[in-house]
């Protein structure tokens, strides 16, 4: 079968969306399907896969996403594509894949860390009211043969919003590599990385992964942290212009010489282990890549309700999910406890993490498009 893949933006270096694309498009070929992608922007080198240009002509950020979500599936099907899946919004897709759900929920959700005036002033911007409508479009359009969403918060949120038959979505997990993600027994790396940003190799070590601070729940974080009476480090792995106001947040706490911001960083499971735990207390997390990446290496995670991975973790570790992100007062005891046992439940995190690798995605993901075609 001729699949075609669409995206907003195709790079083979990016990662998110931009990985899942790519990931997606392998497991397809490797199932026997023909595959290719149509992008509004392409980076990076295509090979092997055949990628489409949809516009030439640049248009402003609204009329080109417009453009994008009205010409792309049309144009795929005049090149025979027999199914058109699409990871972006667009009006009329035979599979729309939801990684971060409904735009009006994120909108919604924005004001708990944006606040009242910013979200309003997205709700009201051209860019995102069109984001609303072509959404609302492709969910409701007769051509829609059925969703997929990457956790069970996401595909409640769409049953809810588009008001969909349950049937018609479908909840496939994102997996994790468990070779590039997996404990290192080798104390050197640990110990480097430690070393780098002067903190003890015998200390505790909260790891903070991802951008868009706010939404992770990383203020929430430093209040709690500054709660601990382990008096733990707390790593920050990640970009955010915003960042000098977490950094006065953690002086205003006393323990700005605990909270250390190192930027983004390419190889990032050297840092999962030189940790001992994750925390990602997000207000809005659909799924949570990072969290299951953290779980293969062996560190147990502290999670809010509002992550989709949370979804996944087993008894031992659900004690750890955290019902209001906002609360440093609920999330101080659980995070004490969980360093205090992160040793006894790191194994248990791994054998977690490894139920849902990419290779299990790949079988689901081809059942999946067995089913609708």
């Known amino acids: 079968m001729q699949i075609a893949l669409l995206a907003r933006r195709f790079d083979p270096e990016g990662g998110g969306t931009e990985r899942d694309l790519i990931l997606t498009a392998e497991g397809l070929r490797r199932g026997g399907h023909q595959v290719a992608v149509y992008a509004d922007q392409i980076r990076g080198e295509p090979a092997p896969l055949t990628v489409h240009r949809v516009g030439t002509i640049p248009l402003p950020r609204t009329l080109g996403f417009i453009r994008f979500a009205v010409a792309a599936a ?212 659909p799924f949570g890549n990072v969290a299951l990446e953290a779980m293969a290496c062996g560190r147990p995670v502290l999670l809010s309700a509002q992550c989709g991975v949370a979804e996944l973790l087993p008894p031992e570790l659900r004690e750890y999910v955290v019902g209001n992100p906002a609360d440093p007062a609920e999330i101080a005891p659980k995070l004490e406890d969980l360093l205090g046992r992160a040793n006894e439940l790191g194994p248990i995190a791994r054998a977690a993490a490894s139920r849902f690798t990419w290779e299990k995605h790949e079988l689901e993901l081809n059942r999946f498009i067995d089913s609708v075609s």
């Open 74 to 285: 049309p144009l795929a099907r005049r090149h025979g594509a027999d199914l058109v899946m699409s990871f972006a919004r667009v009006t009329s897709a035979d599979v729309l894949r939801s990684g971060g759900s409904a735009h009006v929920s994120y909108l919604r959700a924005l004001a708990r860390w944006r606040g009242g005036a910013s979200t309003l002033r997205m709700r009201l911007a051209p860019y995102h009211r069109a984001q609303i409508m072509v959404e609302r479009l492709g969910f409701t359009s007769p051509q829609l043969r059925a969703a997929l969403a990457v956790s069970e918060l996401v595909r409640r949120d769409l049953v809810e919003q588009f008001k969909l038959p349950a049937a018609k979505v479908t909840t496939i997990y994102n997996g994790v590599d468990t070779q590039l993600f997996r404990p290192q027994s080798d104390a050197a790396a640990r110990n480097r990385i430690r070393a780098q940003s002067r903190i003890p190799a015998d200390a505790a070590l909260v790891l903070f992964v991802g951008n868009g601070f706010a939404r992770k729940g990383l203020g929430f974080l430093i209040d709690a942290v500054g709660k601990l009476k382990s008096r733990p480090y707390l790593m920050v792995v990640g970009n955010d212009g915003a960042a000098p106001s977490f950094q006065r947040r953690s002086q205003r706490q006393g323990i700005a010489d605990r909270v250390i911001f190192i930027g983004a960083q390419p190889a990032v499971a050297e840092f999962f282990n030189a940790g001992d735990v994750l925390a990602l207390p997000s207000l809005f997390e």
